[in-house]
């Protein structure tokens, strides 16, 4: 299934996205797309039978688009694990998978605004598949066990700043957490659609240039290991996410001088059968 949440900000009502490409609202069946319904299996399989029935109600295709889920509780971000990526920045591949944290704050709808944060020089661009959980994750032993937690994928766009990230001192947190720096969606896209996460394209271009070209298949550590992974050192519960990675192509990989984003900006990006995101950039 592709559910998605439509709507104004703050307002947004859940809807799935049928096999004909018509948005059909869910409300009547669920109170929202978030940890809840994901790890209820007798509420997803009432909204399958809906599905299926083709009875839901359409809705206006032109409503906002917003997150695809609701009341995250923590976005957790896995640094440089593309071999390609690794090569761009001179960086060697780590031996176990770097780990920071996004506020949820930070997560906007996929074509909502992004902003330049005021005193910004390096803001830079990351599209990234974001893994979304289903059931609380402890201690996992496997990477199978690490997939069968997962309940979907969405495309992420992993905004950064990389002086705030790099140059400022302590954690890469300031470079992450900027406002709006996690756009997030169109849909979540229910792993059942998505047999194998490692055979996915990823792409990106900023002004209709191309920018990120890459696969999943590049991943130094790939989707059911970092679930096992980040397992052992906090819980994962249903509606948190997970944001695997960037391909090579970023602006800080780039010669000088490097082409980081500016407001007036436009970036769209996509992962293969997950949907596509456009942002238009703007000043804090």
Same mark, same amino acid.
């Given at each position: 299934m592709k559910l998605l949440r439509v709507g104004t900000?703050?307002?947004?009502?859940?809807? +799935? #996205?049928?096999? /004909?490409g018509t948005l059909r609202d869910l409300s009547a069946l669920v109170d929202d797309i978030d940890g809840a319904l994901l790890a209820d299996e007798a509420a997803l399989a009432r909204v399958?039978?809906?599905?299926?029935?083709?009875? +839901?109600?359409? +809705?206006?295709a032109g409503l906002r688009v917003g997150p695809p889920l609701g009341r995250i509780g923590k976005i957790v971000c896995i640094g440089l694990n593309y071999h390609d990526h690794a090569r761009e920045t001179g960086a060697e591949p780590p031996a176990e998978p770097v780990v920071f944290l996004k506020a949820p704050d930070t997560v906007v709808?996929?074509?909502?605004?992004? #902003?330049?944060p005021r005193g910004s020089a390096k803001t830079d661009w990351e599209v990234e598949l974001a893994v979304v959980i289903g059931r609380t994750a402890r201690h996992l032993e496997s990477a199978e066990e690490g997939l069968a937690h997962? $309940?979907?994928? $969405?495309? $992420?766009?992993?905004?950064? *700043?990389?002086e705030f990230q790099m140059e400022r001192g302590g954690t890469w947190d300031k470079g992450k957490n900027c406002e709006t720096f996690n756009p997030l969606g169109p849909w979540l896209v229910t792993a059942d659609e998505v047999p194998d996460p490692q055979r996915l394209a990823l792409r990106l271009w900023v002004n209709g240039e191309l920018k990120q070209d890459g696969t999943t298949a590049?991943?130094?550590?790939?989707? /059911?290991?970092?679930?096992?992974?980040?397992?052992r050192f906090m819980t994962l519960y249903p509606g948190d996410v997970i944001n695997t990675g960037t391909p090579a /192509?970023? $602006?800080?990989?780039?010669? *000088?001088?490097?082409?980081? #984003?500016?407001?007036?900006d436009v970036v769209e990006l996509e992962v293969e059968g997950l949907g596509r995101q456009r942002q238009v950039l703007k000043d804090a």
């Amino acid at each position: 299934m592709k559910l998605l949440r439509v709507g104004t900000a703050g307002a947004e009502r859940p809807a +799935l #996205l049928d096999a /004909g490409g018509t948005l059909r609202d869910l409300s009547a069946l669920v109170d929202d797309i978030d940890g809840a319904l994901l790890a209820d299996e007798a509420a997803l399989a009432r909204v399958r039978a809906a599905a299926g029935s083709g009875e +839901l109600p359409a +809705l206006d295709a032109g409503l906002r688009v917003g997150p695809p889920l609701g009341r995250i509780g923590k976005i957790v971000c896995i640094g440089l694990n593309y071999h390609d990526h690794a090569r761009e920045t001179g960086a060697e591949p780590p031996a176990e998978p770097v780990v920071f944290l996004k506020a949820p704050d930070t997560v906007v709808g996929p074509d909502d605004t992004v #902003l330049v944060p005021r005193g910004s020089a390096k803001t830079d661009w990351e599209v990234e598949l974001a893994v979304v959980i289903g059931r609380t994750a402890r201690h996992l032993e496997s990477a199978e066990e690490g997939l069968a937690h997962v $309940a979907g994928y $969405a495309v $992420a766009h992993d905004v950064s *700043e990389r002086e705030f990230q790099m140059e400022r001192g302590g954690t890469w947190d300031k470079g992450k957490n900027c406002e709006t720096f996690n756009p997030l969606g169109p849909w979540l896209v229910t792993a059942d659609e998505v047999p194998d996460p490692q055979r996915l394209a990823l792409r990106l271009w900023v002004n209709g240039e191309l920018k990120q070209d890459g696969t999943t298949a590049e991943q130094i550590f790939p989707v /059911g290991e970092v679930v096992r992974y980040v397992s052992r050192f906090m819980t994962l519960y249903p509606g948190d996410v997970i944001n695997t990675g960037t391909p090579a /192509g970023v $602006a800080m990989g780039r010669p *000088e001088p490097k082409p980081y #984003l500016r407001a007036g900006d436009v970036v769209e990006l996509e992962v293969e059968g997950l949907g596509r995101q456009r942002q238009v950039l703007k000043d804090a």
